[in-house]
């Protein structure tokens, strides 16, 4: 299994890779205004980089339920010099979190290598955007917008119909010339589900992930994670690291959290349990 994001191309088939998060909002549910400041937001890169990240994700647009929509000249403002800084270092590689084709077109303009587009090419010149420079695309399943998110929660068998929706996306984004390679995607945990939904989704993961494309799973910090435990955001660690192992276990192959260095540990685990059934499996055939 591979992504190909640019000039790089990443090989997924024994070891899922680590998102980790930098947003650059004042309003983010789990981190909000912390990285506001490009100099913070650069330091902490480093950290997750340090940490062991695989690639940062960059956003400067709270997707939370209702959050309103940031226009593209401010997040042009919060997203540019971070964004400029890091990638003066092309081991970095840097993932941006819009919607928008045109913040998209100057991030990767400016060195980025992924856009994560939460609403799967809503804006109609995305595509042609991620085509022209080649740039791997997250595909992420939602229902309506953050802002109206919550009331759409009606689904008679989720992971069903989020495969039918991911499925959907990846072909509109064929039909715009994205090559299948770029392609990776997300069931949107957290994104127009209820607690118990995101828990099946978790759980029949591997329903998303026989599409053939890389999965992609956020979970770290989630309200799914605070109502199971009856714990405030900061105190989610823990329980975003076994939920982010057990969907590595049923086949994610990107990770995407705000707590890299907690979670590292715990997808080592899970990719060796993954290769060793993956194994045992193979030699009883
Ligand atoms: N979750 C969030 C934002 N972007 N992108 C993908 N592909 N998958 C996710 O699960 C996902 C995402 C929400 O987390 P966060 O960025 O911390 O919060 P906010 O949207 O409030 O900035």
Not at 65 to 84: K, S
Not at 114 to 133: H, Q, Y
Not at 171 to 192: K, N
Not at 270 to 282: C, K, Q, S, V
Request: glycine share 8%.
């Amino acid at each position: 299994m591979r992504w190909r994001c640019r000039d790089l191309t990443f090989d997924l088939t024994h070891r899922a890779l680590l998102m980790g998060v930098i947003n650059l909002t004042p309003d983010s549910f789990s981190d909000g205004g912390r990285h506001l400041d490009p100099a913070a937001a650069v330091a902490h890169a480093r950290r997750l980089m340090d940490e062991g990240a695989d690639l940062l994700d960059l956003g400067a647009e709270s997707t939370r339920p209702g959050a309103d929509p940031v226009t593209v000249d401010e997040q042009l403002r919060r997203l540019m010099p971070a964004l400029e800084a890091l990638a003066r270092d092309p081991s970095i590689v840097i993932s941006v979190d819009t919607a928008a084709a045109e913040v998209a077109r100057r991030a990767l303009e400016a060195g980025a290598r992924v856009i994560n587009d939460v609403t799967a090419l809503s804006d109609p010149r995305m595509a042609e955007v991620v085509v022209a420079a080649g740039a791997g695309l997250v595909l992420m399943h939602l229902r309506g917008t953050p802002k109206t998110m919550p009331g759409h929660t009606d689904y008679d068998d989720v992971a069903r119909e989020v495969r039918l929706g991911l499925a959907e996306r990846w072909q509109e984004a064929r039909r715009s010339r994205v090559d299948d390679e770029c392609v990776a995607l997300d069931p949107g945990i957290g994104f127009a589900k209820t607690a118990e939904q995101n828990l099946e989704l978790l759980g029949r993961l591997d329903e998303i992930a026989s599409l053939g494309r890389p999965v992609v799973v956020g979970v770290s910090r989630k309200s799914f994670l605070g109502k199971l435990l009856d714990r405030p955001v900061e105190r989610r660690t823990e329980g975003g690291a076994a939920a982010a192992a057990i969907a590595v276990f049923r086949g994610a192959r990107i990770v995407r959290t705000h707590d890299v260095a907690a979670t590292r540990d715990a997808l080592r685990v899970a990719d060796a349990l993954r290769d060793a059934r993956r194994t045992g499996e193979a030699s009883r055939s």
